[in-house]
């Protein structure tokens, strides 16, 4: 790995971290494209890979949180425990499927919360 690649993920880094505490997201949405871009992972590895990255930033951010009063304590256990099985099962999927299922899968994912995101956004009712 040479000094840019480091210099980048050092710097997609330090971006997760700060749109995880302010959005509450960094890890996949900027992990996984930093280091297939950057670092020249395979999809497969780099979403492996954010998977470890995100921890850290999990943590830290909740617990931040909980001394604001904004940790819904219970609905996160609940998200957290019954995604486990969601999680053995994607990454089996995962590691069955082929490289541009992923890509396409993981950039169409990103595309439906934008739009989705941003209609509530822009949904002035919702004020």
């Known amino acids: 790995m040479d000094a840019g690649s480091i210099a980048a993920a050092a710097a997609f880094g330090f971006a997760g971290g700060v749109t995880g505490g302010l959005l509450g997201v960094g890890g996949g949405i900027l992990f996984v494209p930093a280091l297939v871009f950057f670092l020249g992972l395979s ?15 999990a943590i830290l951010g909740t617990w931040r949180q909980l001394h604001y009063g904004n940790v819904r304590l219970p609905d996160g256990v609940t998200l957290g425990l019954l995604s486990v099985p969601g999680v053995v099962l994607g990454s089996a999927l995962a590691n069955a499927l082929p490289e541009r299922a992923l890509k396409l899968a993981f950039a169409g994912l990103q595309l439906f919360f934008a739009i989705g995101l941003a209609r509530r956004a822009l949904d002035r009712k919702r004020v």
Do not use: D, N, R, W
């Open 43 to 57: 999809q497969l590895a780099g979403e492996a890979t954010s998977l470890l990255a995100i921890v850290p930033v």
